[in-house]
């Protein structure tokens, strides 16, 4: 009998053809299982749903320039043939590291807390944290980056920016301060073709120097400055270049941290040393009315300088963040930051 029915299944087509037959019920319920799925498929695709493409646009589609903001404030302020800062700049080191904070929140890395007691606090008292810890290729923001996501608890923009620039009494986290920091970015620079290394002797002592090697690259920046410093219409179209593509994202709220950084850091006035007495007391005064407006968020982005300078930025501003996928709480940071510029002389 086992055997028989092993041959019916086997070989029988009649048997086989029966068989099918008498599963014909359970076939063509299967048959019409998988049309109904199909038809619930097509009739789930037919509904439109509503959605934000900045949402789920990846952030490997950011634009990013050559330079990162530090390098360009640590280029501003080398002298070009002598190759070193001013020894009495004493802002530069903690200014440096408020850009690290900035150019982390322009590549997505790090953001406030998402915290709506944080309204009660100043900018610069609000939480960070890190959101995206891949590294950026850049080594002082992977370290930095590194730091902030090893550390516990979530701390403040003043917190932060006073721990990299080792200034805390707390000594547990004196190891968060990031040490060498203007000569690191200067052979980062050596590495782009923009500085190139030489020994100068101080009498007492040698030291390496890094002169400009690319001047040109030193011009764009100040002519990308100079056109938000004193011209009527800012457009960066003009000053695109290479290094600064017309494509870079937030290219003009990253002219505007870079105009603020520059301000902070002392080095602004090596920028407007081509203009005369009354357009670089002019230029200065743009300065101070931009950190003014962007230390604080929302930006004050309806506010027409008096000076009569920059008067589409504002509009250029909303367009640009609003084709970009920043949050709030990315753009209320770069405020935050841009706060503690504002206030540096009452902290060093």
Known sequence: ?????????????????????????????????NNHTKNSNEAVSDHKIGYDSRDIE???????????????????????????????????????????????????KI????????????????????IDSEPTGEVLLDEALKIMKND????????????????TWNLMKINYQLKQVRERLAKGLVDKGILRTERKNFFLFDMATHPVADKLSKE????????????????????ANDQFPQNTSFRYLRTIALVCGAYAANVLENVLLSLNYDKRDQAFARADELLTDFSD?????????????????????????????????????????????ARMDSIL
Not at 11 to 27: H, I, Y
Not at 81 to 99: T, V
């Open 111 to 130: 953001t406030l807390v998402n915290d709506p007691a944080r309204r009660r606090f100043e900018l610069s008292d609000r939480l960070i944290e890190v």
């Open 152 to 167: 516990g608890s979530n701390l403040s923009v003043t917190n932060w920016i006073d721990l990299l620039s080792g200034e």
């Open 220 to 239: 764009h920046i100040k002519n990308r400055l100079l056109n938000v410093l004193v011209n009527r219409n800012v457009d960066l179209d003009t000053v």
């Open 58 to 108: 990846s952030r490997e589609s950011l634009k990013l320039p050559l330079l990162t903001l530090m390098e360009e404030v640590l280029l501003i302020g080398l002298k070009d043939k002598e190759g070193y800062l001013s020894f009495w700049n004493d802002n530069i080191s903690y200014a440096l590291r408020g850009c690290i904070l900035l150019e982390l929140a322009f590549r997505y």
């Open 1 to 33: 009998m086992s055997s028989s029915g092993l041959q019916r299944r086997r070989g029988n087509k009649t048997a086989s053809s029966g068989a099918n037959s008498g599963s014909g019920g359970r076939t063509s319920d299967s048959y019409e299982d």
């Open 297 to 341: 968020f929302p930006f004050n982005l309806s506010h027409q300088s008096p000076l009569g300078i920059g008067l589409n930025l504002g509009q250029e501003i909303t367009s640009e963040v609003e084709a970009s996928s920043s949050s709030e709480l990315q753009l209320e940071l770069i405020a935050a930051v841009l706060s503690v510029f």
